[in-house]
Protein backbone atom coordinates (compact mmCIF):
# COMPACT_ATOMS: atom_id res chain seq x y z
CA UNK A 1 0.00 0.00 0.00
CA UNK A 2 3.27 2.14 0.85
CA UNK A 3 5.04 1.32 -1.87
CA UNK A 4 1.58 2.45 -4.71
CA UNK A 5 1.71 5.50 -2.56
CA UNK A 6 5.59 6.15 -3.00
CA UNK A 7 4.90 5.43 -7.13
CA UNK A 8 2.46 8.51 -7.53
CA UNK A 9 5.93 10.67 -6.62
CA UNK A 10 8.44 8.80 -7.61
CA UNK A 11 7.41 7.15 -10.99
CA UNK A 12 11.57 6.44 -11.42
CA UNK A 13 10.77 2.80 -9.08
CA UNK A 14 7.13 2.11 -10.64
CA UNK A 15 9.22 -0.47 -12.63
CA UNK A 16 10.70 -1.67 -9.52
CA UNK A 17 6.64 -1.77 -8.11
CA UNK A 18 5.33 -3.71 -10.48
CA UNK A 19 7.96 -6.53 -10.26
CA UNK A 20 6.59 -6.27 -6.96
CA UNK A 21 3.35 -7.56 -7.70
CA UNK A 22 4.50 -9.94 -10.25
CA UNK A 23 6.51 -11.62 -7.57
CA UNK A 24 3.44 -11.62 -4.92
CA UNK A 25 1.44 -13.17 -7.70
CA UNK A 26 3.91 -16.47 -8.41
CA UNK A 27 4.12 -16.21 -4.78
CA UNK A 28 0.45 -16.80 -4.79
CA UNK A 29 0.43 -19.35 -7.12
CA UNK A 30 3.19 -21.77 -5.28
CA UNK A 31 1.47 -21.52 -2.20
CA UNK A 32 -2.01 -22.87 -3.48
CA UNK A 33 -0.36 -25.06 -5.65
CA UNK A 34 1.78 -26.88 -2.70
CA UNK A 35 -1.14 -26.61 -0.76
CA UNK A 36 -3.26 -28.51 -3.32
CA UNK A 37 -0.55 -31.07 -3.59
CA UNK A 38 0.19 -30.99 0.45
CA UNK A 39 -3.70 -31.37 0.52
CA UNK A 40 -4.31 -34.34 -2.18
CA UNK A 41 -1.48 -36.24 -0.32
CA UNK A 42 -2.94 -35.83 2.94
CA UNK A 43 -6.62 -36.74 2.27
CA UNK A 44 -5.48 -39.65 -0.13
CA UNK A 45 -5.08 -42.66 2.65
CA UNK A 46 -8.56 -41.57 4.11
CA UNK A 47 -9.94 -40.90 0.85
CA UNK A 48 -8.85 -44.81 0.40
CA UNK A 49 -10.30 -46.24 3.27
CA UNK A 50 -13.58 -44.65 2.46
CA UNK A 51 -13.61 -46.04 -1.22
CA UNK A 52 -12.76 -49.33 0.02
CA UNK A 53 -15.54 -49.56 2.64
CA UNK A 54 -17.75 -49.05 -0.25
CA UNK A 55 -16.81 -51.60 -2.76
CA UNK A 56 -17.99 -55.14 -2.19
CA UNK A 57 -15.22 -58.06 -1.05
CA UNK A 58 -15.81 -59.19 -5.07
CA UNK A 59 -14.65 -55.59 -6.32
CA UNK A 60 -11.46 -55.18 -3.86
CA UNK A 61 -10.17 -58.99 -4.75
CA UNK A 62 -11.06 -58.00 -8.58
CA UNK A 63 -7.42 -56.72 -9.41
CA UNK A 64 -8.39 -55.11 -12.67
CA UNK A 65 -8.31 -51.51 -13.42
CA UNK A 66 -8.40 -48.84 -10.60
CA UNK A 67 -8.41 -49.20 -7.66
CA UNK A 68 -9.05 -45.30 -6.16
CA UNK A 69 -12.67 -45.53 -7.43
CA UNK A 70 -15.39 -47.32 -6.44
CA UNK A 71 -17.86 -49.25 -8.99
CA UNK A 72 -21.30 -50.59 -7.37
CA UNK A 73 -20.84 -48.26 -4.25
CA UNK A 74 -22.62 -50.32 -1.42
CA UNK A 75 -23.04 -50.20 2.55
CA UNK A 76 -23.10 -53.71 3.29
CA UNK A 77 -19.33 -53.38 5.45
CA UNK A 78 -20.98 -50.67 7.24
CA UNK A 79 -24.55 -52.96 8.32
CA UNK A 80 -22.17 -55.68 8.68
CA UNK A 81 -19.35 -54.08 11.19
CA UNK A 82 -22.38 -52.65 12.88
CA UNK A 83 -24.04 -55.82 13.76
CA UNK A 84 -20.85 -57.22 14.47
CA UNK A 85 -21.07 -58.09 18.69
CA UNK A 86 -17.15 -57.90 18.93
CA UNK A 87 -17.24 -54.41 17.57
CA UNK A 88 -20.44 -53.05 19.44
CA UNK A 89 -18.29 -53.78 22.16
CA UNK A 90 -15.36 -52.04 21.65
CA UNK A 91 -17.01 -48.80 20.42
CA UNK A 92 -18.82 -49.29 23.96
CA UNK A 93 -15.57 -50.22 26.10
CA UNK A 94 -14.02 -46.86 24.32
CA UNK A 95 -16.92 -44.68 25.09
CA UNK A 96 -16.69 -45.64 28.70
CA UNK A 97 -12.85 -45.81 29.36
CA UNK A 98 -12.88 -41.97 27.20
CA UNK A 99 -16.02 -40.58 29.35
CA UNK A 100 -14.63 -41.83 32.84
CA UNK A 101 -10.70 -40.80 31.95
CA UNK A 102 -11.86 -37.30 30.65
CA UNK A 103 -14.05 -36.78 33.64
CA UNK A 104 -10.96 -37.24 36.11
CA UNK A 105 -8.34 -35.67 33.93
CA UNK A 106 -10.80 -32.43 34.06
CA UNK A 107 -11.55 -32.78 37.83
CA UNK A 108 -7.76 -33.66 38.72
CA UNK A 109 -6.47 -30.59 36.14
CA UNK A 110 -8.93 -27.71 37.56
CA UNK A 111 -8.15 -28.42 40.77
CA UNK A 112 -4.42 -28.71 40.75
CA UNK A 113 -3.79 -25.83 38.05
CA UNK A 114 -6.21 -23.37 40.10
CA UNK A 115 -3.96 -23.87 43.61
CA UNK A 116 -0.83 -23.95 40.69
CA UNK A 117 -1.43 -20.93 39.40
CA UNK A 118 -3.15 -19.01 42.03
CA UNK A 119 -2.61 -20.22 45.48
CA UNK A 120 1.08 -20.23 46.31
CA UNK A 121 2.79 -22.38 48.73
CA UNK A 122 5.44 -24.26 49.48
CA UNK A 123 6.90 -26.40 46.46
CA UNK A 124 4.78 -25.30 44.09
CA UNK A 125 6.93 -23.81 41.71
CA UNK A 126 8.62 -27.02 41.09
CA UNK A 127 5.96 -29.17 40.78
CA UNK A 128 4.49 -27.09 37.68
CA UNK A 129 7.78 -27.79 36.16
CA UNK A 130 7.44 -31.27 37.17
CA UNK A 131 4.09 -31.29 35.58
CA UNK A 132 5.28 -30.55 32.38
CA UNK A 133 8.18 -32.81 32.81
CA UNK A 134 6.01 -35.45 33.50
CA UNK A 135 4.51 -35.15 30.09
CA UNK A 136 7.56 -35.33 28.06
CA UNK A 137 7.89 -39.07 29.67
CA UNK A 138 6.49 -41.02 26.82
CA UNK A 139 3.92 -44.06 27.45
CA UNK A 140 6.53 -46.62 25.96
CA UNK A 141 8.97 -45.60 28.98
CA UNK A 142 6.51 -47.11 31.63
CA UNK A 143 4.38 -49.85 29.94
CA UNK A 144 6.36 -52.59 31.37
CA UNK A 145 6.95 -51.44 35.07
CA UNK A 146 3.13 -50.37 35.05
CA UNK A 147 2.30 -53.73 33.48
CA UNK A 148 3.77 -55.22 36.46
CA UNK A 149 1.88 -52.96 38.47
CA UNK A 150 -1.61 -53.21 36.82
CA UNK A 151 -1.41 -57.05 37.21
CA UNK A 152 -0.52 -56.90 40.82
CA UNK A 153 -3.85 -54.96 41.42
CA UNK A 154 -5.34 -57.87 39.44
CA UNK A 155 -6.46 -55.02 36.83
CA UNK A 156 -5.08 -56.29 33.19
CA UNK A 157 -7.53 -57.53 30.95
CA UNK A 158 -10.32 -55.04 31.86
CA UNK A 159 -11.23 -51.85 30.92
CA UNK A 160 -10.74 -50.15 34.54
CA UNK A 161 -7.20 -50.76 34.66
CA UNK A 162 -7.21 -48.62 31.31
CA UNK A 163 -9.11 -45.63 33.08
CA UNK A 164 -6.27 -46.41 35.87
CA UNK A 165 -3.21 -45.56 33.62
CA UNK A 166 -4.53 -43.16 31.12
CA UNK A 167 -4.72 -40.25 32.95
CA UNK A 168 -0.56 -40.53 32.89
CA UNK A 169 -1.66 -39.05 28.97
CA UNK A 170 -4.01 -36.90 29.80
CA UNK A 171 -3.63 -35.10 32.97
CA UNK A 172 0.08 -33.64 32.92
CA UNK A 173 -0.76 -31.68 29.71
CA UNK A 174 -3.95 -30.72 30.64
CA UNK A 175 -2.86 -29.32 33.84
CA UNK A 176 -0.03 -27.67 32.49
CA UNK A 177 -2.53 -25.54 29.57
CA UNK A 178 -5.38 -25.04 32.50
CA UNK A 179 -2.29 -23.20 34.87
CA UNK A 180 -1.83 -20.95 31.69
CA UNK A 181 -5.08 -20.19 31.10
CA UNK A 182 -5.68 -19.73 34.80
CA UNK A 183 -2.57 -17.48 34.98
CA UNK A 184 -3.80 -15.13 32.23
CA UNK A 185 -6.73 -14.22 34.00
CA UNK A 186 -6.24 -10.42 36.02
CA UNK A 187 -5.68 -10.76 39.02
CA UNK A 188 -8.00 -8.13 39.71
CA UNK A 189 -11.01 -10.30 39.47
CA UNK A 190 -10.33 -12.60 42.34
CA UNK A 191 -9.12 -9.73 44.71
CA UNK A 192 -12.98 -8.43 43.89
CA UNK A 193 -14.29 -11.96 44.76
CA UNK A 194 -12.25 -11.80 47.86
CA UNK A 195 -13.16 -8.29 48.91
CA UNK A 196 -16.80 -9.58 48.39
CA UNK A 197 -16.03 -12.32 50.68
CA UNK A 198 -15.89 -15.08 48.39
CA UNK A 199 -14.35 -18.36 49.56
CA UNK A 200 -12.07 -20.16 47.40
CA UNK A 201 -14.72 -23.36 46.04
CA UNK A 202 -16.99 -19.97 44.85
CA UNK A 203 -14.21 -18.22 43.33
CA UNK A 204 -13.16 -21.37 41.60
CA UNK A 205 -16.79 -22.24 40.48
CA UNK A 206 -17.87 -18.79 39.79
CA UNK A 207 -14.86 -17.09 38.06
CA UNK A 208 -12.26 -19.26 37.21
CA UNK A 209 -14.24 -21.82 35.10
CA UNK A 210 -16.64 -19.53 33.64
CA UNK A 211 -13.62 -17.12 32.06
CA UNK A 212 -11.30 -20.39 31.31
CA UNK A 213 -14.07 -21.77 29.71
CA UNK A 214 -12.22 -22.15 26.69
CA UNK A 215 -9.02 -23.56 27.70
CA UNK A 216 -11.35 -26.11 29.40
CA UNK A 217 -12.92 -26.98 25.81
CA UNK A 218 -10.13 -27.33 25.02
CA UNK A 219 -8.20 -29.40 27.53
CA UNK A 220 -11.38 -31.75 27.45
CA UNK A 221 -10.72 -32.39 23.14
CA UNK A 222 -7.06 -32.87 24.05
CA UNK A 223 -8.35 -35.78 27.12
CA UNK A 224 -10.54 -36.93 24.41
CA UNK A 225 -8.83 -37.30 22.01
CA UNK A 226 -5.73 -38.45 23.19
CA UNK A 227 -7.59 -41.35 25.40
CA UNK A 228 -9.82 -42.09 22.42
CA UNK A 229 -6.65 -42.91 20.14
CA UNK A 230 -4.22 -44.45 23.15
CA UNK A 231 -2.61 -47.84 21.77
CA UNK A 232 0.39 -48.85 23.63
CA UNK A 233 -1.34 -49.39 26.81
CA UNK A 234 -4.52 -51.29 25.56
CA UNK A 235 -2.18 -53.61 23.42
CA UNK A 236 -0.26 -54.28 26.27
CA UNK A 237 -2.71 -55.29 29.50
CA UNK A 238 -5.56 -56.60 27.28
CA UNK A 239 -5.30 -59.27 25.56
CA UNK A 240 -9.41 -60.77 25.41
CA UNK A 241 -11.84 -59.31 23.45
CA UNK A 242 -14.47 -58.34 25.32
CA UNK A 243 -12.18 -55.66 27.32
CA UNK A 244 -10.62 -53.96 24.10
CA UNK A 245 -11.50 -50.57 23.31
CA UNK A 246 -11.86 -49.53 19.83
CA UNK A 247 -8.04 -49.01 18.46
CA UNK A 248 -6.17 -52.11 19.75
CA UNK A 249 -9.76 -53.97 19.11
CA UNK A 250 -9.91 -53.48 15.12
CA UNK A 251 -6.46 -53.44 14.77
CA UNK A 252 -5.98 -56.99 16.60
CA UNK A 253 -9.39 -58.61 16.34
CA UNK A 254 -10.65 -57.62 12.80
CA UNK A 255 -7.49 -58.17 10.96
CA UNK A 256 -7.05 -61.43 12.71
CA UNK A 257 -9.99 -62.95 11.05
CA UNK A 258 -9.23 -65.99 8.63
CA UNK A 259 -9.92 -64.21 5.50
CA UNK A 260 -8.72 -60.04 5.50
CA UNK A 261 -12.40 -58.55 5.13
CA UNK A 262 -10.38 -55.27 4.13
CA UNK A 263 -14.25 -53.59 3.39
CA UNK A 264 -14.76 -54.08 7.13
CA UNK A 265 -11.73 -53.31 8.76
CA UNK A 266 -11.82 -50.23 6.58
CA UNK A 267 -15.61 -49.16 7.28
CA UNK A 268 -14.70 -50.02 11.37
CA UNK A 269 -11.72 -48.33 10.86
CA UNK A 270 -13.16 -45.14 9.95
CA UNK A 271 -16.35 -45.64 12.22
CA UNK A 272 -13.52 -45.86 14.94
CA UNK A 273 -12.15 -42.53 13.84
CA UNK A 274 -15.45 -40.68 13.60
CA UNK A 275 -15.81 -39.23 16.87
CA UNK A 276 -12.58 -37.17 16.99
CA UNK A 277 -13.36 -36.01 13.75
CA UNK A 278 -16.78 -34.97 14.34
CA UNK A 279 -15.40 -33.00 17.29
CA UNK A 280 -12.36 -31.38 15.64
CA UNK A 281 -14.72 -30.71 12.64
CA UNK A 282 -16.82 -28.46 14.73
CA UNK A 283 -14.56 -27.19 17.39
CA UNK A 284 -11.73 -26.84 15.19
CA UNK A 285 -10.55 -23.47 17.10
CA UNK A 286 -10.63 -24.76 20.35
CA UNK A 287 -8.80 -28.21 18.85
CA UNK A 288 -6.02 -25.89 17.68
CA UNK A 289 -6.07 -23.75 20.89
CA UNK A 290 -5.24 -26.75 22.85
CA UNK A 291 -2.55 -28.11 20.25
CA UNK A 292 -0.73 -24.70 20.22
CA UNK A 293 -0.66 -23.86 23.82
CA UNK A 294 1.89 -26.49 24.98
CA UNK A 295 3.98 -24.17 23.96
CA UNK A 296 2.68 -21.47 23.28
CA UNK A 297 1.12 -20.20 26.98
CA UNK A 298 1.26 -21.81 30.11
CA UNK B 1 1.33 -14.17 41.53
CA UNK B 2 -0.56 -14.42 43.78
CA UNK B 3 -2.11 -10.74 44.31
CA UNK B 4 -4.10 -11.57 47.07
CA UNK B 5 -0.96 -12.71 48.77
CA UNK B 6 0.69 -9.46 48.03
CA UNK B 7 -2.59 -7.57 49.71
CA UNK B 8 -1.87 -9.95 52.98
CA UNK B 9 1.54 -9.22 53.26
CA UNK B 10 0.71 -5.20 53.10
CA UNK B 11 -2.07 -5.50 55.79
CA UNK B 12 -0.22 -7.80 57.84
CA UNK B 13 2.82 -4.98 57.84
CA UNK B 14 0.03 -2.35 58.52
CA UNK B 15 -2.20 -4.15 61.21
CA UNK B 16 -1.39 -5.15 64.54
CA UNK B 17 -1.22 -8.38 67.36
CA UNK B 18 -4.32 -10.47 66.90
CA UNK B 19 -5.37 -8.80 63.18
CA UNK B 20 -1.99 -10.29 61.79
CA UNK B 21 -1.73 -13.66 63.32
CA UNK B 22 -5.32 -14.47 61.85
CA UNK B 23 -4.11 -13.16 58.41
CA UNK B 24 -1.00 -15.86 59.04
CA UNK B 25 -3.51 -18.44 59.65
CA UNK B 26 -5.57 -17.62 56.37
CA UNK B 27 -2.48 -18.49 54.68
CA UNK B 28 -1.72 -21.27 55.82
CA UNK B 29 -5.06 -22.15 55.58
CA UNK B 30 -4.91 -21.19 51.81
CA UNK B 31 -1.58 -23.04 51.20
CA UNK B 32 -3.13 -26.09 53.42
CA UNK B 33 -6.62 -26.27 50.57
CA UNK B 34 -4.09 -25.58 47.80
CA UNK B 35 -1.91 -28.69 48.49
CA UNK B 36 -5.13 -30.80 49.35
CA UNK B 37 -6.30 -29.81 45.52
CA UNK B 38 -2.83 -30.97 44.49
CA UNK B 39 -3.23 -33.96 45.75
CA UNK B 40 -4.83 -35.94 43.49
CA UNK B 41 -2.45 -34.65 40.12
CA UNK B 42 0.98 -35.14 43.05
CA UNK B 43 -0.83 -39.26 43.22
CA UNK B 44 -0.73 -39.15 39.31
CA UNK B 45 2.46 -38.14 38.92
CA UNK B 46 4.46 -39.95 41.55
CA UNK B 47 1.88 -43.02 41.48
CA UNK B 48 1.79 -43.69 38.08
CA UNK B 49 5.04 -41.74 36.59
CA UNK B 50 7.66 -41.42 38.57
CA UNK B 51 7.15 -44.65 41.37
CA UNK B 52 6.93 -47.05 37.66
CA UNK B 53 9.79 -45.10 36.39
CA UNK B 54 12.13 -46.24 39.35
CA UNK B 55 9.96 -49.58 39.13
CA UNK B 56 11.54 -50.24 35.76
CA UNK B 57 14.53 -49.25 37.07
CA UNK B 58 14.42 -52.01 39.51
CA UNK B 59 13.35 -54.19 36.82
CA UNK B 60 15.62 -54.44 34.64
CA UNK B 61 18.17 -55.64 36.95
CA UNK B 62 16.27 -58.88 37.90
CA UNK B 63 16.89 -62.44 36.05
CA UNK B 64 13.86 -63.25 33.49
CA UNK B 65 11.78 -65.05 36.50
CA UNK B 66 12.31 -61.89 38.64
CA UNK B 67 13.52 -63.95 41.57
CA UNK B 68 17.16 -62.76 41.71
CA UNK B 69 19.14 -59.41 41.59
CA UNK B 70 21.47 -59.59 38.40
CA UNK B 71 22.82 -56.29 38.18
CA UNK B 72 23.62 -54.54 34.56
CA UNK B 73 23.23 -58.21 33.06
CA UNK B 74 20.70 -57.35 30.72
CA UNK B 75 21.96 -54.78 29.24
CA UNK B 76 25.20 -56.09 28.87
CA UNK B 77 23.20 -59.10 27.24
CA UNK B 78 21.55 -56.19 24.97
CA UNK B 79 24.38 -54.53 23.81
CA UNK B 80 26.40 -57.51 22.90
CA UNK B 81 23.30 -59.11 20.57
CA UNK B 82 23.11 -57.80 17.19
CA UNK B 83 19.34 -57.57 17.24
CA UNK B 84 19.80 -54.77 19.36
CA UNK B 85 22.05 -52.59 17.37
CA UNK B 86 19.99 -52.68 14.54
CA UNK B 87 16.89 -51.70 16.76
CA UNK B 88 19.16 -48.25 18.20
CA UNK B 89 20.11 -47.94 14.46
CA UNK B 90 16.86 -48.12 13.22
CA UNK B 91 15.07 -46.20 16.12
CA UNK B 92 17.91 -43.09 15.54
CA UNK B 93 17.41 -43.27 11.75
CA UNK B 94 13.68 -43.44 11.78
CA UNK B 95 13.36 -40.41 14.52
CA UNK B 96 15.80 -38.34 12.75
CA UNK B 97 15.00 -38.56 9.13
CA UNK B 98 10.82 -38.30 10.16
CA UNK B 99 11.53 -35.20 12.07
CA UNK B 100 13.83 -33.15 9.86
CA UNK B 101 11.18 -34.45 6.81
CA UNK B 102 8.35 -33.21 9.42
CA UNK B 103 9.85 -30.21 10.37
CA UNK B 104 10.91 -28.86 6.52
CA UNK B 105 7.05 -30.03 4.95
CA UNK B 106 5.68 -28.17 8.14
CA UNK B 107 7.88 -25.12 7.57
CA UNK B 108 7.00 -24.91 4.21
CA UNK B 109 3.13 -25.59 4.17
CA UNK B 110 2.90 -22.54 7.57
CA UNK B 111 5.09 -20.78 4.75
CA UNK B 112 2.23 -21.12 1.90
CA UNK B 113 -0.41 -21.25 4.26
CA UNK B 114 0.55 -17.48 5.92
CA UNK B 115 0.98 -16.33 2.13
CA UNK B 116 -2.75 -16.72 1.08
CA UNK B 117 -5.57 -14.48 2.29
CA UNK B 118 -6.49 -15.12 5.88
CA UNK B 119 -10.28 -15.93 5.33
CA UNK B 120 -9.23 -18.97 3.13
CA UNK B 121 -6.77 -19.94 5.16
CA UNK B 122 -9.28 -21.29 7.90
CA UNK B 123 -10.21 -23.58 5.34
CA UNK B 124 -6.78 -25.15 4.11
CA UNK B 125 -5.92 -25.25 7.73
CA UNK B 126 -8.80 -27.53 8.48
CA UNK B 127 -8.15 -29.78 5.48
CA UNK B 128 -4.50 -30.12 6.01
CA UNK B 129 -4.96 -30.95 9.74
CA UNK B 130 -7.12 -34.13 9.48
CA UNK B 131 -4.40 -36.78 9.23
CA UNK B 132 -2.99 -35.67 12.76
CA UNK B 133 -7.03 -35.68 13.86
CA UNK B 134 -7.33 -39.58 13.47
CA UNK B 135 -6.25 -41.96 16.33
CA UNK B 136 -2.78 -42.65 14.41
CA UNK B 137 -2.93 -46.95 14.82
CA UNK B 138 -6.21 -46.42 12.51
CA UNK B 139 -4.74 -44.31 9.71
CA UNK B 140 -1.52 -46.40 10.07
CA UNK B 141 -4.24 -49.37 9.16
CA UNK B 142 -4.95 -47.75 5.76
CA UNK B 143 -2.01 -47.11 4.89
CA UNK B 144 -0.58 -50.80 5.24
CA UNK B 145 -4.23 -51.85 3.16
CA UNK B 146 -2.59 -49.09 0.70
CA UNK B 147 1.10 -50.78 1.04
CA UNK B 148 -0.73 -54.16 0.69
CA UNK B 149 1.33 -56.48 -1.47
CA UNK B 150 -0.57 -58.06 -3.91
CA UNK B 151 -3.42 -54.65 -3.89
CA UNK B 152 -1.01 -51.77 -3.28
CA UNK B 153 -2.77 -48.85 -4.94
CA UNK B 154 0.44 -46.64 -4.80
CA UNK B 155 1.92 -49.52 -6.40
CA UNK B 156 -1.17 -48.83 -8.98
CA UNK B 157 -0.57 -45.26 -9.47
CA UNK B 158 3.40 -45.56 -9.70
CA UNK B 159 2.56 -47.77 -12.21
CA UNK B 160 0.96 -45.45 -14.67
CA UNK B 161 4.42 -43.67 -14.72
CA UNK B 162 5.71 -46.93 -15.16
CA UNK B 163 7.90 -47.21 -12.03
CA UNK B 164 8.10 -50.69 -11.50
CA UNK B 165 6.08 -52.92 -8.44
CA UNK B 166 7.56 -51.46 -5.19
CA UNK B 167 7.77 -54.53 -2.56
CA UNK B 168 6.87 -52.15 0.27
CA UNK B 169 6.34 -53.89 3.49
CA UNK B 170 8.45 -56.80 2.23
CA UNK B 171 12.12 -55.23 2.08
CA UNK B 172 13.57 -53.99 4.83
CA UNK B 173 14.76 -50.81 3.45
CA UNK B 174 11.11 -50.28 1.66
CA UNK B 175 9.62 -51.18 4.70
CA UNK B 176 12.00 -48.51 7.06
CA UNK B 177 10.80 -45.91 4.35
CA UNK B 178 7.27 -46.82 4.44
CA UNK B 179 7.54 -46.24 8.34
CA UNK B 180 8.92 -42.84 7.79
CA UNK B 181 6.44 -41.84 5.00
CA UNK B 182 3.35 -43.07 7.77
CA UNK B 183 5.10 -41.05 10.47
CA UNK B 184 5.95 -38.14 8.83
CA UNK B 185 1.97 -38.11 7.11
CA UNK B 186 0.86 -37.72 10.64
CA UNK B 187 3.33 -35.59 11.92
CA UNK B 188 3.65 -32.78 9.46
CA UNK B 189 0.35 -30.98 9.91
CA UNK B 190 1.35 -30.40 13.42
CA UNK B 191 4.49 -28.72 12.91
CA UNK B 192 2.72 -26.73 10.36
CA UNK B 193 0.48 -25.63 12.73
CA UNK B 194 2.64 -24.71 15.49
CA UNK B 195 4.70 -23.03 12.67
CA UNK B 196 1.82 -21.25 11.18
CA UNK B 197 1.05 -20.02 15.16
CA UNK B 198 4.73 -18.58 15.69
CA UNK B 199 4.36 -17.02 12.17
CA UNK B 200 1.51 -14.86 12.86
CA UNK B 201 3.29 -13.61 16.10
CA UNK B 202 5.61 -12.09 14.55
CA UNK B 203 5.05 -8.53 14.23
CA UNK B 204 4.34 -7.23 10.82
CA UNK B 205 6.72 -3.57 11.11
CA UNK B 206 9.81 -5.75 11.48
CA UNK B 207 8.91 -7.21 7.65
CA UNK B 208 8.26 -3.18 6.65
CA UNK B 209 11.75 -2.66 8.33
CA UNK B 210 13.27 -5.13 6.21
CA UNK B 211 11.62 -4.24 3.22
CA UNK B 212 12.57 -0.94 3.81
CA UNK B 213 16.46 -1.50 3.42
CA UNK B 214 15.52 -3.58 0.47
CA UNK B 215 15.99 -7.24 1.93
CA UNK B 216 15.00 -9.79 -0.51
CA UNK B 217 12.51 -12.41 0.37
CA UNK B 218 15.52 -14.95 1.52
CA UNK B 219 16.93 -12.41 3.49
CA UNK B 220 13.54 -11.27 5.30
CA UNK B 221 13.23 -15.14 5.61
CA UNK B 222 16.91 -16.14 7.25
CA UNK B 223 17.26 -12.41 9.33
CA UNK B 224 13.79 -12.11 10.30
CA UNK B 225 11.42 -15.32 10.60
CA UNK B 226 14.08 -17.40 11.69
CA UNK B 227 15.52 -15.79 14.47
CA UNK B 228 11.72 -15.13 15.81
CA UNK B 229 10.65 -18.52 15.00
CA UNK B 230 14.03 -19.95 16.85
CA UNK B 231 12.92 -20.81 20.00
CA UNK B 232 9.57 -22.51 19.14
CA UNK B 233 11.15 -24.09 16.17
CA UNK B 234 13.48 -25.89 18.56
CA UNK B 235 10.91 -27.01 20.96
CA UNK B 236 8.91 -28.10 18.47
CA UNK B 237 11.50 -30.55 16.66
CA UNK B 238 12.76 -31.58 20.26
CA UNK B 239 9.59 -32.15 21.55
CA UNK B 240 8.94 -34.54 18.16
CA UNK B 241 12.17 -36.33 18.58
CA UNK B 242 10.91 -37.63 21.71
CA UNK B 243 7.61 -38.72 20.67
CA UNK B 244 8.58 -40.15 17.39
CA UNK B 245 12.27 -42.11 19.12
CA UNK B 246 9.33 -43.37 21.33
CA UNK B 247 6.74 -43.88 18.87
CA UNK B 248 5.16 -47.64 19.20
CA UNK B 249 1.61 -47.45 16.95
CA UNK B 250 3.33 -46.95 13.59
CA UNK B 251 5.53 -49.97 13.89
CA UNK B 252 3.03 -52.22 15.33
CA UNK B 253 0.57 -52.11 12.56
CA UNK B 254 2.75 -51.68 9.64
CA UNK B 255 5.49 -54.24 9.85
CA UNK B 256 5.03 -55.23 13.47
CA UNK B 257 9.42 -55.51 13.95
CA UNK B 258 9.68 -57.37 10.58
CA UNK B 259 10.93 -58.47 8.09
CA UNK B 260 13.67 -60.08 10.22
CA UNK B 261 13.09 -57.84 13.31
CA UNK B 262 14.99 -55.19 10.81
CA UNK B 263 12.13 -52.42 11.63
CA UNK B 264 12.05 -52.85 15.20
CA UNK B 265 12.19 -48.99 17.49
CA UNK B 266 12.91 -49.03 21.14
CA UNK B 267 9.18 -49.38 21.93
CA UNK B 268 8.33 -52.39 19.60
CA UNK B 269 11.39 -54.01 20.78
CA UNK B 270 10.50 -54.01 24.36
CA UNK B 271 6.99 -54.97 23.40
CA UNK B 272 8.17 -57.65 21.70
CA UNK B 273 10.62 -58.86 24.71
CA UNK B 274 8.63 -57.96 27.50
CA UNK B 275 5.04 -58.21 27.04
CA UNK B 276 5.46 -61.22 24.09
CA UNK B 277 8.33 -63.40 24.92
CA UNK B 278 7.18 -62.36 28.65
CA UNK B 279 10.94 -61.52 29.84
CA UNK B 280 9.38 -58.23 31.25
CA UNK B 281 13.18 -57.25 33.21
CA UNK B 282 14.58 -57.46 29.72
CA UNK B 283 12.20 -55.83 28.05
CA UNK B 284 12.13 -52.96 31.09
CA UNK B 285 15.94 -52.80 30.03
CA UNK B 286 15.69 -52.21 26.20
CA UNK B 287 12.66 -49.56 26.73
CA UNK B 288 15.06 -48.23 29.19
CA UNK B 289 17.94 -47.45 26.77
CA UNK B 290 15.64 -44.53 25.55
CA UNK B 291 16.03 -42.70 28.83
CA UNK B 292 19.16 -40.57 28.37
CA UNK B 293 18.17 -39.45 24.89
CA UNK B 294 14.66 -38.85 26.36
CA UNK B 295 16.18 -36.79 29.01
CA UNK B 296 18.58 -34.62 27.14
CA UNK B 297 15.92 -33.75 24.79
CA UNK B 298 13.37 -33.08 27.48
CA UNK B 299 16.08 -30.91 28.80
CA UNK B 300 16.28 -28.86 26.19
CA UNK B 301 12.44 -28.26 25.74
CA UNK B 302 12.20 -27.48 29.06
CA UNK B 303 14.69 -24.62 28.78
CA UNK B 304 12.97 -23.41 25.92
CA UNK B 305 9.72 -23.32 26.96
CA UNK B 306 10.57 -21.16 30.22
CA UNK B 307 12.72 -18.92 28.28
CA UNK B 308 9.56 -18.64 26.03
CA UNK B 309 7.70 -17.83 29.23
CA UNK B 310 10.18 -15.01 30.25
CA UNK B 311 9.82 -13.29 27.21
CA UNK B 312 6.18 -13.47 27.38
CA UNK B 313 5.74 -11.91 30.37
Given amino acids: MSA??????????????????AERRWAMWTAYASLIV?????????????????????????MAGNPWIVREPTLENYWAIIENPLFRGF?????????????????ISILAAFALARMRFWGSQMLATGVFLTYLVPDTLLFIPLYQIVGGLGLLNSIWGLVLVYPTLTVPFCTWIMIGYFASIPKELDEAALIDGATWPQMLLKIFIPVALPG???????????????FVYPTAFVTTPDQMPL??????????????AWGQIMAGALMAALPPVIIYAFLMDYYIAGLTAGATKG | MAADGTIAVRDAAEITGGRANSLQRFARRRSTIAFVMTLPLLAVIVGLVAYPALFGIYLSM????????????????????ETFWNVFFQSC???????????????????????????KQRKWRGMLLVPWVIPPALSTLGWWWMFDPSYSSINWLLSIVSVPEVPWLGHHWWARIAIIMVNVWIGAPFFMIMYLAALKSVPEQLYEAAAIDGATSWQRLRYVTLPMMANIISITVLFSLIVTFANYDIVRVLTNGGPRDLTHVFASY????????????????????????????????????????????
Fill in chain 1, 247 to 260: TIGVVSQLVRADTF
Fill in chain 2, 93 to 119: FFAITAVLLKALIGFWLAHMLHHIPNN
Fill in chain 1, 38 to 62: AAVIFMAPPFYMLVTSLKTSGEIAG
Fill in chain 1, 216 to 230: IIAATIFAFTVSWAA
Fill in chain 2, 62 to 81: LNRRMTEFVGFLNYEILIES
Fill in chain 1, 91 to 107: MLNSIIITACVVAVTMV
Fill in chain 1, 4 to 21: TAANRDLPGIYHKAGSLR
Fill in chain 2, 270 to 313: AFQVGILSGNIPRGAAVSLFMLPFLAVCAFFVLRGVVRRNKEQM
